[in-house]
């Protein structure tokens, strides 16, 4: 086990000035959801060079690399590639070179720890397993893992282990969670359709930018007065578009945003609960209401057993106080979860703030420390390789 730690950790530290020139390579040329053909494309060259077998264009962008025993059980690591239309104001000599595109969730690193794992494992004689990575498009529209899943990218798949940054630990820290990971979410669409008039008389109209003002109003205090506070709900609207005129009563306001829920069972009801307070209140001014509730992902359920083999394999490249458990599961969505309903897995918290913090996730100051690629690689090698060991091996 010493000695597999030590190979871990010199060949971490060999590949790591190329991987961060990768890194800053996909950080300066982002690309969006499902549109990563030139990030998919520098991904399998890497992997071929490190004799990797590789399948591109799974699940549209997506890239799938296997190395190992073709008899053995398979694990897996899934790392995303994509980036978001966020105009990046940090500055760095390596920003985006597009403009209105970013990496600002940290799917530069993860791709790179993909790489960075691949070209370790690459000179590691492992046996009785074969290693899967998963590159996966469009993890920001959560669509890219049920586009994998279609092409059975999980076939064989004993154990699945996936990584994520995470600003509100620094780095040479990592956070874990047994079980509820991630919240349930949804995309919630309303329309309120009302009766236009002339603004001096809105009593012979039916005013729908205020009725959606009171469907905004009343369903936060719905929210905490009717359901239980132990399981947390949050409904946020992130766009309002209505009316044409600044003296005409609008007839039509759309109201956009977004429910997270941490209970799978409470989930499957908010539906209906929404539906019913919005017709309500609709119906109690006159209006009419539409309704659509678009789910994205499921919650992210981390797998206790892996994620304790996960935990004391980091005991071996940290501190046991720098592996910090996670006493609350986060509202953020994950589409992880996907693969999680096939398989076994387990999600872990990559601290990437330096001595300065770090930038909310989705914010065009993000900016992560850098020395958080190697200790992801570290970690996430050992892991894939222990996973299947028996106790004496380990």
Known sequence: MKDLVKKIEALSEEILPDLLLLRRHFHAHPELSGQEYQTAAFVAGELRKSGWEVKEAVGKTGVVAEMGDKSGPVIGLRVDMDALPIEERTGLDYSSSIQGLMHACGHDLHTCIGLGVAKVLANIKFTNSRIRIIFQPAEEIAQGANWMRAENVLEGVQALYGVHVYPDLSVGKIGIRSGTFTAAAAELEIDIIGHG???????EGIDSIWIAAKVIGELQEAIS???DALSPVVISFGKISGGNAFNVIAERVKLLGTVRCLDSNLYQKLPQWIEKI??????????KANINFKSIAPPVYNDPDLTDL??????NFMNKENIVYLE???LGAEDFAFFLQDVPGTMFRLGVAGAQGCAPLHSGYFSLDERSLEIGIKILS???ITTTKTP???
């Open 197 to 203: 008039g002339h603004g001096a008389r809105p009593h």
């Open 225 to 227: 007065r009717r359901l």
């Open 278 to 287: 919005v017709q309500n209140i609709a119906s109690n001014y006159g209006a």
């Open 310 to 315: 996960l935990s004391n394999c980091a005991k």
């Open 328 to 330: 609350k599961p986060s």
């Open 382 to 384: 050992q892991v894939l």
């Open 392 to 394: 004496q091996d380990i």
